[in-house]
């Protein structure tokens, strides 16, 4: 299973970030984070991290025409050639067709479906590695040690700056408003696959891994 051009959509917290670094693993295949690269230019304070942390902290998303560029630029490095697993991009209807025009048809678009309630409970209890960005929960999926991150042993895992209440709440509102409607510009080009992502991240990697197989 290599060569695949796909993506992940849902709501936030809806384990798109858990889900794609599994995948990316398993099928060798690089995972493309517009998140995790506003993240990375965020820390840097870039003037594009600057720029984006407004719209991030706030919960809003970042204009169309800056996550476009870094997407573009991106998909243009070699590792990305023979396939990859975009994650938090497409999420408005402009950047979906500025995918198509950039010659990228996604084979499979994995839409994994939680509710708002199991949004929030995730979202207020996630933690992050600041140093290689490696996600935990607080009870769903707590690091071994207290406060110490698994992957790279950094001690001091943090709570992502949007993932504050108030910004919890934003950010649904602009997923409902702004990424949703993108469900059925997908299932109309026949590459949509729901997924039930409230079951545990074990059992949602291979739901998915059966749904690419058949
Ligand atoms: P981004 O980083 O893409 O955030 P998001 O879409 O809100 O998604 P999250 O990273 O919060 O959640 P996730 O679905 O990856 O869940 P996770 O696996 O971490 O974007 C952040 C911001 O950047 C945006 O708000 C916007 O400002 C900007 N941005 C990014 N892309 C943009 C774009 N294209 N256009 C414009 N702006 C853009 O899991 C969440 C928690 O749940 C974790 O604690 C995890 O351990 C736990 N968990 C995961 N799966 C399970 C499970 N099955 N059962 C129980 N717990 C689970």
Redesign the pocket.
């Known amino acids: 299973m290599s060569g695949y051009r796909m993506m ?1 959509l ?12 599994r995948l990316a693993q398993e099928l060798e295949i690089p995972h493309v ?7 990375d230019a965020k820390r840097r304070d870039t003037e594009l991290g600057r720029e ?1 942390a407004e ?10 025409e ?2 476009i560029g870094i ?1 573009a630029e991106r998909l243009e490095q070699d590792d990305a050639a023979q396939g990859f697993i975009l ?6 209807r402009p ?1 979906a067709e500025a995918l198509t025009d950039m010659g990228v048809e996604l084979e499979a678009v994995i839409n ?1 479906e ?1 509710s708002d309630e ?1 949004v929030v ?3 207020g ?4 590695c600041p140093e290689c960005g490696a ?4 009870e ?2 707590p690091p071994s040690q207290d406060d110490v991150c698994d992957k790279c042993g950094n001690r001091g895992l943090v709570t ?1 700056d ?2 504050r209440p108030e ?1 919890i709440k934003q ?1 649904l509102a ?2 409902h408003r702004q ?1 949703a409607p993108l469900v059925e510009f997908y299932e109309q080009r026949g590459v949509l696959e729901a997924i039930a ?8 990697t291979q739901e998915i891994l059966d749904r690419l197989a058949d």
């Open positions: 992940m849902g709501p936030p917290g809806a384990g798109k970030g858990t889900q794609a670094k984070s517009t998140g995790d690269m506003l993240r984006a719209y991030m902290n706030a919960g809003k998303l970042v204009p169309d800056v996550v997407v994650d938090g991009f497409p999420r408005t950047q994994i939680v199991e409970r995730r979202l209890g996630r933690l992050s996600v935990y929960h607080k769903a999926n992502r949007d993932d910004a950010r602009s997923y990424t992502g409230e079951a545990g991240p074990d059992e949602v």
